[in-house]
């Protein structure tokens, strides 16, 4: 009798300690929330010359990316010193024919395209990266809309902070079509990146690390993504002697975590919010992207959540200078991993709950 006493002792603290947790961290991230003063707003009206460096813009893309023509328009508006657009031998034509349609008044920056041999984004960023001559380079996907000032606001924290390496905006989902309404797979990614935007605001506020770059759009410094090691570790990354090709946004944050470089979260302020008939209005940043509005967005989360797993793995298990410099990031890739068994922590919780209801009784 003296040992079921215990063993239900230990099922209540267990389950008080699993809730308490919970409690707790939630409390944390929305005590820290308000305190992330990062807003390019001010510093874009305090500044004389928001635009002090020089910006490339690269984007790896394949197929036939249907919303690649809206996403050059509004890089353009931004006025980057140049634009490199690298896709493989196969889409070469498709994609040269998206850039010849690009209206003669926003032709001020260039556009060049590139051929990659291999149908791989990580080659292909790279053949974009040593194409680059400016100082400032940023990664956007093809499904990637901004706000006219948000070039601007990426590239100012540079300016006063030389240990900067990178600054990745939070993103928000871009309908479709031309709804101002958002499926439920799309309102499921709206809420899946709100809670990145709570990740990353609090983990930088409490050691300075994130738990993952921006995928969807990202500025670096150029001597980073040019950097011959970066590019050989970067390209033959491999898994099961297999090599890698998504997951290009967690092999950029675990190598800025190695070399030291400070990272900052930008905020969407609220400014910059996109029309979605294509007009743009306001200040600020503004960073959207498209999802599949559909079922089939299940299987771009599988991609993610994969890419996650092999990340979080490697940065916690055999890299473990984030647990140095960057504890409670290391800590957060941690129960990442056990939140993906959302279906077994749960009935454990049940389990738990049920237990020590009968105990009590």
């Not at 031998?89 to 498709?94: I, V």
């Not at 260039?110 to 001559?133: D, E, M, W, Y």
């Not at 190695?258 to 503004?286: E, F, K, N, T």
């Not at 092999?310 to 647990?323: D, F, I, K, P, Q």
Request: net charge positive; proline share 4%; charged share 20%.
């Amino acid at each position: 009798m003296a040992f079921e006493v215990i063993i239900q002792n230990m099922i209540y603290a267990l389950f008080t300690t699993l809730i308490m947790y919970r409690v707790l961290i939630g409390l944390l991230y929305c005590f820290l929330w308000p305190f992330y003063n990062q807003s390019p707003r001010n510093s874009l009206k305090s500044s004389s010359n928001p635009a002090s460096h020089s910006t490339s813009i690269v984007c790896a893309t394949v197929g036939n990316p249907s919303g690649l023509l809206q996403s050059i328009k509004s890089w353009l508006i931004n006025n980057p010193d140049e634009i490199f657009v690298v896709t493989d031998d196969k889409s070469y034509r498709y994609i040269s024919d998206v850039i010849e349609s690009l209206p003669d008044s926003l032709r001020k920056t260039q556009v060049q395209l590139i051929s990659c041999p291999r149908t791989n984004k990580r080659s292909q960023l790279c053949l974009g990266f040593n194409a680059c001559k400016s100082a400032i380079i940023l990664i956007a996907d093809d499904d990637t809309v901004w706000s006219p000032t948000s070039l601007s606001a990426m590239t100012l924290p540079f300016k006063s902070s030389p240990t900067l390496g990178g600054v990745f905006p939070e993103v928000q989902i871009r309908p479709q079509t031309d709804s101002t309404s958002l499926t439920f797979w799309e309102t499921l990614a709206s809420i899946r990146l709100f809670g990145d935007a709570i990740d990353g605001r609090a983990s930088v506020l409490l050691d300075g690390g994130v738990f993952c770059a921006s995928g969807s759009t990202a500025a670096y410094r150029a001597s980073i993504l040019r950097d011959q090691t970066f590019q050989a570790k970067f390209q033959n990354e491999a898994w099961k002697k297999r090599q890698l090709n998504a997951g290009d946004d967690q092999s950029l944050t675990r190598w800025m975590d190695r070399c030291g470089w400070d990272v900052m979260v930008l905020p969407d302020d609220g400014a910059g919010i996109l029309g979605y008939g294509g007009a743009s209005r306001g200040q600020g940043c503004r960073v959207e992207t498209h999802v599949r509005p559909d079922w089939k967005h299940l299987g771009q989360l599988l991609r993610w959540s994969r890419s996650d797993w092999l990340a979080n793995l490697w940065s916690v298990g055999s890299e473990r200078y984030a647990w140095r410099k960057h504890p409670f990031t290391a800590w957060t890739r941690v129960t990442w991993c056990l939140g993906s068994f959302t279906f077994l922590v749960e009935a454990l919780y049940l389990y738990a709950l049920y237990n020590t209801s009968v105990a009590r009784n």
